[in-house]
């Protein structure tokens, strides 16, 4: 094994085993949380080190780096999950590669999206990213929808052709009530989640937690778990 490879695998293993345990701390099943390894910033190389070790679900925040490192593994069984602020122009490279959009935040993206995905011929699985931090009608700093947004958004995912409304996620606020109560902040997704499967049955992915509070997530009822730093290190730059 290779450094790099084998710095992997114990991180993974780390990572693993904090999973298992808040899984067994809630009551949950090891199998109801599925881990997304955050590889932006992080070479192809790691991407492939990573899929070797068994992980099936990565994440980007950037297309312009992004799109480069998909191509590169088009050859992998790998699921690539775009979480980051993203720009319409931006829309018709992600839609090529993309299997999830988590940060679906604005009906302008929806359509977008869902003209790129009609005309790429893929079906794009999209979350309602939520900014628990936002006022009424407002966007968060780092992208969201405020809760009152996300009934109208889901309705117009779920009406978009070539789009499939998979459910909510969010970033835990560092700012405004939430800040620094990471699990209250996570419960009140799960409620915003239980609110949307009445319209939306299938739409039962929550996505939230990360290296730091993951925990947490899991602890509320989160689906999946965004892990950036604890699987590749710090991250060499901002990102
Ligand atoms: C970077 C990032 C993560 C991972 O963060 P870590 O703290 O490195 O685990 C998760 N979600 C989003 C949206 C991110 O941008």
């Not at 490192?69 to 775009?82: G, I, M, R, T």
Request: glycine fraction near 8%.
């Amino acid at each position: 094994m290779t450094d790099r490879r084998t710095e992997l695998a114990a991180n993974l293993a780390k990572v693993e085993e904090r999973i298992a345990a808040a899984c067994a701390a809630a009551g949950r099943k090891r199998e109801e949380v599925t881990l997304i390894v955050v590889t932006k910033t992080y070479p192809a190389s790691d991407v492939r080190l990573l899929h070797e070790l068994g992980v099936r679900h990565v994440a980007e925040n950037r297309d312009q780096d992004a799109a480069p490192k998909a191509a590169a593994c088009a050859d992998l069984n790998l699921h690539w999950h775009f979480v980051g602020q993203l720009q319409t122009n931006k829309v018709r490279s992600v839609a090529g590669y993309a299997d999830v959009v988590q940060s679906v935040d604005r009906l302008k993206l929806v359509s977008a999206l869902s003209a790129a995905a009609v005309r790429a011929e893929r079906e794009l699985g999209c979350l309602v990213q939520v900014a628990l931090d936002a006022e009424s009608q407002q966007q968060g700093a780092r992208g969201g929808v405020a809760p009152d947004g996300v009934e109208g958004l889901a309705a117009a995912i779920a009406d978009s052709p070539g789009l499939r409304l998979d459910g909510l996620m969010t970033v835990a606020p560092l700012a405004g009530p939430y800040a620094g109560r990471q699990q209250a902040a996570f419960e009140r997704l799960m409620e915003l989640s239980s609110g949307l499967r009445v319209a939306h049955p299938a739409a039962n992915m929550v996505s939230a937690g990360m290296s730091a509070d993951l925990e947490q997530a899991v602890a509320a009822g989160a689906t999946h778990v965004r892990v950036g730093t604890a699987v590749l290190g710090v991250r060499p730059r901002l990102g």
